[in-house]
DNA sequence: CTGAGTCGGTTCTGAAATCGAACTTAATTT
DNA sequence: AAATTAAGTTCGATTTCAGAACCGACTCAG
C-alpha cells in the first residue's frame, strides 16, 4: 500500500496517518506547537535533510495542517503556523509525549512538564468521555459502523462474525 | 538520524517514535484494538508484505507492547496480544482516530462510531487535565523543563531567549 | 499414505525513499 | 568585495520497502 491509497480506507486512523503518519512529521509538528516557525529552525533543532523538511512542510501544508504566512517581501521570506485543523491534532501530539513520559522515561524522569495556565498546577491529559466526562478505557468502549463505513475491513472481529 | 537514536533524544515524544513512529506500526496497532491476534489476520487486515508485518511485530514485542501468547503447542503457534504498556497507547490511537474522523470523512460521514458502555452514549474523546478535569488547550498550557531534561533543544523557543 | 491446506514466518530482487553534502538565489551586513 | 542569512533544490550513495515465492511443521480429507 502506498501513502496515497492509505487516504482512501474507509478508516479514520489510515487517513489521518496518510497526511501525519511519519516520524518526521510528527516531529515537525511538535516544534510548532513549541513555537517553531521558520524552515532553519526546524533543520537546527531536528537534524532532518533539507530536502525531507522541505518534502514534508509542503505536504502538511497542501493538507490544511500548516499555512505559509510572509514576514517579509524582499527577498520572499515566511513562516509556517499551524491551521486550526493543525492545531486540533494537539490531543495527538500530548498523548504520544504522555505515553513516552510514563514508559520510556529513564531514571532521572520525564525532561518536561506541563502546567494547565486555568488550574495552575502541573497535569498528566487524560482522555475522557465528552458526555459523561469519564476517563476512557479501551475495554468501555464499543465500535460501531458508522454512515461513511464503504467495507468491514476496520470494524471489531467480534463484529464481523458472520462473514 | 536513525531510529535507534531517536529512542536516546531528550524528549518523550522522539522516544515514543522510536516504537510507534512508523504507518505499519499504528495500523498493526489500530487492529490490536480492535481485536486482531494472529500473523495472518493482520497480514489478510492490513495489506502489508509479511515481510514487514514480521519485523514490526518483533520490535513491538521487544519494545514490550505486545506479547507473544501460545495457543498450541504441535506445531507451535502463538498470537500477539497487547501489554499494559500497549494498552496505554489507547489515548493516543483513539485521538488519531478522532482527529481523522474531523478533518478526513468525507460528505458520507464517519466510518465508525463510539459508544461508552458505562454512560450509554456515542462519544467523541476529549482530552483534559488530570488535575481540573477542564479540555487542554495548547495556548492554555506551559511547558518546563524536567527533572531528565539532558539539553534544551526540545523545549519551547519562548523559554530559551537566553541562548 | 498422499496431497492440499494452515500458520507463521524467511528469502530474494527491483523500486522507492532517505541521507549527507554541495549548490542556488536574492538580499543584507561588514 | 566578501560573508552571512533564509529558504530552498539537486545529486550520488545508502537504506528501506514492496511483491512474490518459498519453507517447515503439522492437520485433515480421501
Redesign the pocket.
Known sequence: ???DELAEESCSMARTLSVIG?R?TLLILRDCFLGVR????FQDRL??????L??R?KQLTEAGVLKKIAYQD??P???YKLTAKGLDLYPVVLSIVHWGDRHMAGDAGRPVLHRHQSCGHLFDPVLSCSECGDPLRPQEVDVLPGPGRTDDRHLPVTARRSG
Chains 1, 2 share one sequence.
Do not use: C, N, Q, Y
Not at 521558520?38 to 529552525?41: C, E, G, H, I, K
Not at 537534524?47 to 525531507?52: E, L, N, S
Open positions: 500500500m502506498k501513502w511519519d518526521w521558520r524552515f532553519d529552525a537534524g532532518v535533510t533539507r530536502g525531507i522541505s518534502d512542510l524582499r527577498p521570506r515566511h513562516e
